[in-house]
């Protein structure tokens, strides 16, 4: 059973960097297509980024387009989310999750495609 531990959260002020760690174990890393997605207080969770299974090809939300930058090392089995530039709307719990189909990152974030999850990493931007 593949599981997935998030860390690299914590408190950064406006402007500043954070690189997020997803770590995976009990499976095969490079099986597994992975997104990352963020919930506001308040607000429904949302699809930030996403990578294949190779990393060829990636997929950003146009509000961290530019910012935001996924990669992953499957020899590590894990995947990153390197965020500059944080803003106070970047605040949120930070998860990643991953899906054995395409579909997941195909143009966009398929939030429904996604079958496991990360228990999450708090991201605070603040001054």
């Known amino acids: 059973q593949l599981q997935l531990v998030e860390s690299g959260g914590g408190l950064v002020q406006p402007g500043g960097s954070l690189r997020l760690s997803c770590a995976a174990s009990g499976g095969t890393w490079s099986d597994y297509v992975t997104a990352w997605f963020r919930q506001a207080p308040g607000k429904e969770r949302e699809g930030v980024s996403c990578i294949s299974r190779t990393g060829a090809r990636t997929y950003y939300a146009d509000f961290v387009k530019g910012r935001f930058t996924i990669s992953r090392d499957n020899a590590k089995s894990t995947v990153y989310l390197q965020m500059n530039n944080l803003g106070d709307e970047d605040t949120g719990i930070y998860y990643c999750?991953?899906?054995?189909?395409?579909?997941?990152?195909?143009?966009?974030?398929?939030?429904?495609?996604?079958?496991?999850w990360g228990q999450g990493t708090q991201v605070t931007v603040s001054s």
């Open positions: 999750a991953t899906t054995e189909s395409a579909n997941g990152c195909a143009g966009s974030v398929s939030q429904s495609e996604y079958i496991r």
